[in-house]
């Protein structure tokens, strides 16, 4: 990462960390998730000017949630999966005349902030519990840090920050299991994930507008819940 990238991280980091001490200093008790997700990634960039549902590949998740509030928790994912995008069809004539495509793999950690639209497992004894929700859509934003090969088909790999943002959604099975999904954009600072840059491909020069690459994860997630006092009856069937 460059001078440019550690100061974005190390401001985002130090926002979270600033809202987990604030979070855990007036908050007696939490309830804390593990889950498991799959879904694909998909991305855009000189290779896939437009967002393209063809274009996604597999991808999966492992994460773990911090749940300090109704409204407010704090997640750790470790994801992995592939990106591809081709112009192979592409109307551009810039586009037709390069003729690129390109798959690639990458793995990512994250650490990203939820917040619930409604009050999302309200305790029954707190003032939230008449608005209580077993369901809730959610804005969730925060940093990665994810590693992808640099130079396609030279083994060669990098390791960089990329800004996660995205909507989804949460729903309450039972006391202890949970449902939901989501959709986050990924905003990389960089424009190596599809091999292409101002330069050239397959020996052609090229000459892009777009400066940066981003990618994109969509996918299903089931969770397990721990609670750190006594489960209230409003968590119970």
């Known amino acids: 990462m460059n001078r440019k990238n550690n100061r974005i991280a190390g401001r985002i980091l130090s926002a979270i960390f600033l ?13 804390h998730e593990i889950g498991l997700g799959a ?43 592939g990106i591809y995008g081709a112009e192979l069809k592409s109307k551009d004539p810039v586009a037709n005349y390069r003729q690129g495509e390109f798959k690639n793999n990458l793995t990512e950690v994250s650490a990203t902030l939820e917040y619930n639209f409604f009050n999302f497992r309200a305790p029954k004894d707190s003032r939230k519990a008449q608005s209580s929700s077993r369901i809730t859509p959610y804005f969730t934003g925060g940093i990665a840090f994810y590693n992808t090969q640099q130079d396609l088909g030279t083994g060669n790999s990098f390791f960089n920050v990329a800004i996660p943002i995205g909507l989804g959604f949460k729903y309450q099975l039972t006391e202890h299991w949970n449902l939901g999904g989501e959709f986050v954009a990924r905003k990389t600072f960089t424009d190596y994930l599809d091999g292409v840059r101002e330069g050239t491909i397959n020996y052609r020069r090229t000459g892009d507008i777009l400066k940066t690459d981003w990618y994109y994860y969509t996918g299903l997630t089931v969770s397990y819940t721990f609670y750190s006092v006594k489960c209230p009856a409003i968590y119970h069937k």
Request: net charge positive.
């Open 39 to 81: 879904g694909g990634f998909n991305y855009t960039g000189e290779l896939a000017r437009k967002f393209n549902p063809l274009f996604y590949r597999p991808g999966a998740e492992i994460f773990y949630r911090l749940n300090f509030s109704p409204a407010v928790a704090l997640r750790g994912a470790f994801s992995f999966g």
């Open 19 to 31: 809202f987990i001490g604030v979070s855990v200093a007036n908050v007696n008790a939490q309830v």
